[in-house]
């Protein structure tokens, strides 16, 4: 199986840009968190493998988002089962790759979210997650404007996915990111 290192490496090969690396990071530290929380504990490294590549052609083939992944990482070599976790979350947008493990179902709910959560903290006068309240980003989430690049579909299709409700999902996220060193 790949390293942590090795697919921080690859990530860092096709992302230069800030934004797409700190969002790989988050959503790496978030697949961690929950890997943990949900009683995978063995595979924390994997999840975190998941989360840091899944976006991996985003920066460079926007749109052939996770069908280009899904090429680079055959050719170096990538285990099939991050291949198929991080193309999943595409699902019903670029592929037809159903999530279908817990850790798939979770990736593909807090992708959106963990977005929709970061712009909802900096807004608070704190700037931080840390005193960031489910209402709030509730409130937020049903502004369609506000971070209007976070599919709520998507989101709302993940936690039903899950079998959690949206308070639920947000909260899980809200705690997840607070746990990440790469949140503000």
Sequence with gaps: MISYDEALA????????????????????????????????????????????????????????????????RARGVDEAIIHATASHGYGITVDIQPEHQMEKVLFATDELTGLIGAAAIMRPSKSVSDLEVKSVKKKFKDKKFAAGCSR????????????????????TIQAMRASSHVD
């Excluded at 800030?18 to 959503?27: C, D, G, N, T």
């Excluded at 959690?164 to 909260?171: P, R």
């Design 10 to 73: 690859l990530l860092k090969e096709y992302n230069e840009g800030e934004f797409h690396l700190k969002h790989a990071y988050i959503v790496s530290d978030v697949m961690g968190w929950f890997a943990e929380q949900l009683g995978y504990g063995e595979k924390k490294e994997f999840w975190s493998i998941v989360g840091l590549l899944h976006d991996l052609d985003f920066e460079q083939y926007p749109d052939q988002h996770c069908i280009k992944s899904q090429e680079i990482m």
């Design 153 to 172: 579909e998507v989101i709302l299709q993940g936690a039903e996915m899950l079998g959690w409700d949206l308070d639920h999902l947000i909260d899980q």
